[in-house]
């Protein structure tokens, strides 16, 4: 250990250069472009990142791999189930065997495959989507509005997407940094404060194209506290941009290159929540006489649509996430009692997920005991769960960059009661049932009105609503039940693509949800009192084939005897 001189002088030396730091000049305007497989700068101070390419690895030597022996146990007093705890075993197996030596050479703002080896294949962008993939992403996006009615009317089109800022939860600490779906999709690019032009070449037809990056510029001063950014190097040599400017010249750039209709330009007006500081600029110079209709066109739907459609790749990683999310929920399961609060079962989920690889979960969880079931986004997680109730979680995951969305519905004490059986089991043939029109051809809407006629039958049958009802009294009488669209589309958001309407055509490569319940407040007074209180959900991950359905949430259990099975487990352990 070094004495504590050493420390404090260290300290003092630290102080010095930080502060000499701030003093530095910002960054002026920098360019850098790619020519003929080549990249140039404008500054001769800042070399090009062309290494970022290179293998990073001295060798395949490894390290000894060592765990620890004194693991700490959950608090004597917290009534979770002790195999939850982070054990010997558990953690052995997920520790990696050899451990690549890296050498000093800088890394980006986000993993690539020479510094995240472990994450990431060669050419990969991020994992397991290849910057092959991306481009032909861009490619399909120009083909596609190049087609619209409004598209062929020009020979030159521009596409202008923003990335997300960071956002500040209180002084200076941040939100874990989410990015904006869209840009992503396109980029691959994962840091805050960046936009992207995608513009058709001057004389070559589609799909060729250029592609502008505008991004942060490498700040010695911020990167101290922060880490690396890609900077504008980067952005070519690694992302495959065709040139890159500081994210301080959209606006110029845009003006110099776009204005006076020279070129049909897009762009989402009326997203003024992806990056409200960036759109109040852009929009302020979109205003003027040197960009009109119709030269501009709003994006609109346009990009959404192609996300509707999950590539082989996409799939892939989608089953991963629901399978991440289908083991934690039998993992809560498990660890679901009497007594305990709900939040618990929220910290579980979140520990289960995150150690099995999603680094995010996909939305705040509902995880609801008893009354609170019959609250459709109830999140405070709060209270403490009951002998006799009905716990109804719903939560997912995000697995780079693709989320799953599960609900199930389990006795607290393991086993139903025969009212909440029978109610449970309507759910679940409802939900059966809608799962077998998952197919090419019928839409969300037409799935939805399914629902709606099976449950009045089953609500029907059991006396809740009365019969001989025409449709629109069918339809207002179920909706008292279940209020909620049978589903929604799923992606790299738990809402994906809200812009689709939900009554297009289903196609092979979709990926939906389907999720009927029932919800049974206390003062629905003309319900028998036996039932009153009970709220329930089942909700699955479905991706269209042309073979027909397939639930990528099947791991997690939903049939009565098979959870009861599981649950029992907790007896005997």
Known sequence: MAPLQSIMGWLRVREHLVSGFLAFPSYTRHVVRRSKGSISTTDANHTIANSLAKDIFDDTSTVPVEVSQDIERPHKDIAIDSTLAPTDSRLESLCHAKIPKLTSRRGIGQPTPETHPHLLGQLQITPGISKFEFKERRRRMLRLISNTAAGKKFDKHAIIILGSPMKIMSGDIPYPFHQNSDFLYLTGFKEPDAALILETKENDPLPDHNMIMFVKPRDPRREIWDGPVSGLDAAISFFGASE???????????????????HCLWYNLADNTTNPRLHSEIMNLLNTKKFQYPALQSLGHNLQILRMIKSNQEIELMKKS??????????VMLSSRPGLEEHILHAIFEYECKIHGAQLLAFPPVVASGLSANTLHY???????????????????????????????????????????????????VQMKCIELCKVGVSLDEIHQQMISTLGIELQNIGFIPENLTERELRKAVAEFCPHHVGHYLGMDTHDTPLIHRGIPLQSGMVITIEPGIYIPKNMYHVPEKFRGIGIRIEDDILITDNGPYVLSGDCPKQVQDIEDLLMLRKTR
């Open 379 to 429: 999140i405070s997680n709060a209270h403490i769960a009951r002998d006799g109730d009905l716990m109804l979680m719903d939560a997912g995951c995000e697995y780079n960059g693709y989320v799953s969305d599960i609900t199930r519905t389990w006795p607290v004490n393991g086993k139903f009661t025969l009212e909440q059986k029978e109610l449970y089991e309507i759910v679940l043939r």
């Open 322 to 331: 629901a399978n991440i999310a289908s083991n934690a929920f039998s993992r």
């Open 244 to 262: 890159s400017y500081p994210i301080s010249s959209l606006s110029s750039i845009i003006n110099e290159r776009y204005g006076g209709n020279r």
